[in-house]
């Protein structure tokens, strides 16, 4: 059973940068894929990055393109996503999940192919 737990959400005004941590525990980290969702009020959780077991395979939505990236640390089972020049349509509830992945390549991007999930952080942007 792999527990999640997010970090460094918060408020940060157009054009900004935060980093999301999740550190996980009580599975081999590297034996996840890993990915960052996201959700606003009223609408569905939507990937926006994920990153597989080794880290050699990254997947961005469009809308982020550019601006987020996602890395891991398998010392650290921590799973990061940098967040950069922050638009106010990026404002959402972030949360970080975690796939059994049985190759190291293996990539998921839909909310489905996850079993294991964080609490979630809040990140908001001023306009």
């Known amino acids: 059973q792999v527990q999640l737990v997010e970090s460094g959400g918060g408020l940060v005004e157009t054009g900004g940068s935060l980093r999301l941590s999740c550190t996980a525990s009580?599975?081999?980290?590297?034996?996840?894929?890993m990915g960052w969702f996201r959700q606003a009020p009223g609408t569905e959780r939507d990937v926006v990055a994920a990153?597989?077991?080794?880290?050699?395979?990254?997947y961005y939505a469009d809308s982020v393109k550019g601006r987020f990236t996602i890395s891991r640390d398998n010392a650290k089972n921590t799973v990061y996503l940098q967040m950069n020049s922050l638009k106010p349509e990026d404002a959402a509830a972030y949360y970080c999940?975690?796939?059994?992945?049985?190759?190291?390549?293996?990539?998921?991007?839909?909310?489905?192919?996850?079993?294991?999930w964080g609490q979630g952080t809040q990140v908001t942007v001023s306009s």
């Open positions: 999940a975690a796939a059994r992945a049985y190759t190291s390549g293996g990539v998921y991007t839909t909310a489905t192919g996850y079993g294991y």
């Open positions: 009580g599975g081999t980290f590297s034996s996840y894929a």
């Open positions: 990153i597989s077991r080794s880290g050699g395979r990254v």
